[in-house]
């Protein structure tokens, strides 16, 4: 990324081109009224992809998944009144036989537009098709401003993606699926997502896809930590923007399966029901019990793995059999501050591990027990 001191203005890295397109441009359909040039509905890995002219990529969010009704009405009715809306900015590509522009900010106001355009919602009581021709006309002219850059690297792209997302309720989830092709950790979290040994059930993935993406930003942490340490615990993107293009260590893919293959074992080596009362245990949040065992994991010491994995089990045993010892009350934190208690620093952290350590130890257990009214029966 170029240096952004005061003391070096950076060279511009970057063109940018404003054409101006009516919604019909965009919009218009082959005999077959199938879309043309745009097609909301087609993943941008389909092959029939390739003959768009606009594409929303892969990073993109999902168009209208997450616009109530009322917005999409005054979106629609702002085309009518003639309102300004805001413009649509693409990144342009090509290959040996076909150029075309990725949509890199409004693929959610374009998708709306084509849902009403082909007919998918009423706006003023009728579809698109039930208007008349006037009308038709009215938002078939209505022109857009696309600008359209054009740079020479991916890195680029993916940050200007990010900063034009800085004000919008971009998720975390969101701004790693933008890096999947281009930062090595996030590129990691992919394929460790289809590994055997991450249990699809205990890691929350077996319903993880292009629109349901929300486990990414755990797996995420859980490579960063793995790969880097444990200050890298965290689903944060803004946490961890520093090593979105940093090297994976080379036996970057033996730590994890190593790793998987500890936590996988004291997984199986608790009780089968996953269940306390109503409520069930989640495997798969950093924050809670995997981000615990992790850190332990990786904590160089003299420690066998075969009694980390014993600690870690009766541990988890009584979780499962005393309500209020790590669910409810949670009185396996009493006499910690807030911090340490919830949040997700390592020093944070590492005091509840040191508290798990001293209840797992029988020379410690009944004192920690006892002075800080921890319930264990």
């Known amino acids: 990324m170029a240096n952004t001191s005061s003391e070096q203005i950076p060279e511009k890295c970057m063109e940018i081109e404003t054409i101006t397109k009516s919604l019909y441009d965009i919009f218009q359909k082959d005999r077959d009224d199938k879309p043309l040039y745009f097609d909301s509905t087609i993943s941008y890995s389909d092959i029939e992809n390739n003959k768009l002219k606009y594409r929303i990529p892969a990073h993109q969010r999902y168009g209208s998944l997450d616009w109530k009704e009322e917005k999409k009405q005054k979106l629609i009715d702002s085309i009518f009144k003639g309102y300004p809306i805001q413009g649509i900015t693409t990144s342009k590509h090509n290959d040996n036989s076909s150029e075309w522009l990725e949509i890199e900010d409004g693929a959610t106001r374009l998708t709306i537009l084509q849902e009403y355009y082909m007919n998918k919602f009423r706006y003023c009581g009728k579809i698109f098709n039930d208007l008349d021709e006037r009308h038709r006309m009215r938002f078939n002219n209505y022109k857009l401003n696309i600008d359209v850059i054009k740079c020479t690297s991916p890195e680029d792209?993916?940050?200007?993606?990010?900063?034009?997302?800085?004000?919008?309720?971009?998720?975390?989830?969101?701004?790693?699926?933008?890096?999947?092709?281009?930062?090595?950790?996030?590129?990691?979290?992919?394929?460790?997502?289809?590994?055997?040994?991450?249990?699809?059930q205990y890691m929350n993935t077996r319903t993880f896809s292009d629109k349901k993406r929300k486990i990414l930003p755990e797996i995420c942490a859980i490579v960063a930590t793995i790969a880097w340490g444990t200050e890298y615990t965290s689903v944060s993107s803004k946490r961890l923007y520093d090593v979105y293009f940093r090297e994976l260590p080379d036996d970057i893919d033996a730590r994890l399966e190593s790793f998987f293959e500890h936590y996988n074992k004291i997984i199986s080596n608790s009780f089968s029901n996953d269940y306390i009362g109503n409520k069930k245990i989640i495997w798969s949040k950093t924050s809670k019990i995997l981000g615990l065992i992790m850190h332990d994991f990786i904590e160089p010491d003299s420690i066998s793995v075969n009694i980390k994995r014993k600690m870690w089990s009766?541990?988890?045993?009584?979780?499962?059999?005393?309500?209020?010892?790590?669910?409810?009350?949670?009185?396996?934190?009493?006499?910690?501050?807030?911090?340490?208690?919830?949040?997700?620093?390592?020093?944070?952290?590492?005091?509840?591990?040191?508290r798990i350590r001293e209840i797992y130890n029988v020379n410690t257990r009944n004192s920690v027990v006892r002075d800080n009214n921890i319930v264990i029966e």
């Not at 890096?179 to 991450?198: D, Q």
């Not at 409810?328 to 208690?341: F, P």
């Open 157 to 200: 792209i993916s940050y200007s993606f990010d900063r034009l997302n800085s004000g919008k309720p971009l998720t975390d989830a969101d701004r790693y699926y933008a890096l999947k092709s281009l930062s090595p950790f996030v590129k990691k979290a992919f394929e460790l997502i289809e590994k055997p040994y991450c249990n699809r």
């Open 314 to 354: 009766y541990i988890i045993k009584l979780a499962k059999t005393v309500p209020n010892f790590m669910f409810g009350e949670e009185t396996i934190w009493n006499g910690l501050n807030k911090a340490n208690q919830r949040n997700c620093l390592p020093e944070d952290f590492k005091a509840r591990l040191t």
